[in-house]
């Protein structure tokens, strides 16, 4: 991937393209040209200006969730699965996504735990038969990590019962967010129309 880019960047530079490493902060799209103010203070006119800013994992917002990312604490199976090679994981979502990193997981990890806070999933049936299915998953429903402990990386997960309240401990030695994303199109501040989550 990275070697990729390095070569399509090397490609644009060759054809005369100018590339500016800032960070675009507010964009004035009411009239042209549009106006764009960076990170370092700089302003940038342009006739055109193309769009693709991605989006990025949502997170549970714990501080121990925080802590721990890069220490057993992942929103990415395929980047950081192998790295859980004959540990028990624990994967948080009701959704397609999370249904397929958990499957993903079961390639390297002894068991995945999935954990739904609802008593029900989101995703697509097929998804859910396979995941239901998998002799390495075991699915938790109503249940809510409120907090990743360990010593110096992710040890165990305190869960709490959405219906009762209760709390547990789960030992895993990773856990891995699959919630959804978040379009990163604030810096439009609304100017063009998104759609209900928000992506252009």
Not at 34 to 58: C, H, N, P, W, Y
Request: aromatic share 8%; hydrophobic share 45%; with cysteine.
């Amino acid at each position: 991937g990275p070697w990729l880019m390095e070569q399509m960047q090397a490609q644009a530079l060759h054809v005369g393209t100018e590339v500016i490493h800032d960070i675009v902060v507010s964009a004035d799209l009411s009239q042209r040209p549009f106006r764009l103010k960076l990170d370092s203070g700089e302003e940038m006119l342009a006739e055109t200006v193309i769009i693709s800013t991605g989006a990025q994992a949502k997170w549970l917002g714990l501080e121990s969730e925080a802590a721990y990312q890069g220490f057993g604490v992942s929103a990415c199976a395929t980047c950081d699965g192998f790295f859980f090679k004959g540990e028990e994981v624990a994967v948080v979502g009701g959704g397609d996504t999370a249904l397929e990193e958990a499957l993903f997981l079961t390639r390297f990890a002894t068991k995945v735990h999935l954990l739904v806070r609802r008593d029900t999933f989101r995703g697509s049936k097929i998804m859910v038969a396979r995941a239901q299915a998998h002799e390495k998953i075991q699915i938790h429903f109503n249940r809510e990590v409120v907090e990743v402990i360990g010593e110096k990386k992710t040890e165990a997960l305190v869960l709490k019962d959405t219906k009762s309240g209760a709390t547990e401990q789960l030992a895993v030695g990773g856990l891995f967010v699959a919630i959804g994303h978040k379009p990163n199109t604030e810096l439009l501040g609304g100017a063009l129309p998104v759609d209900a989550a928000g992506y252009l």
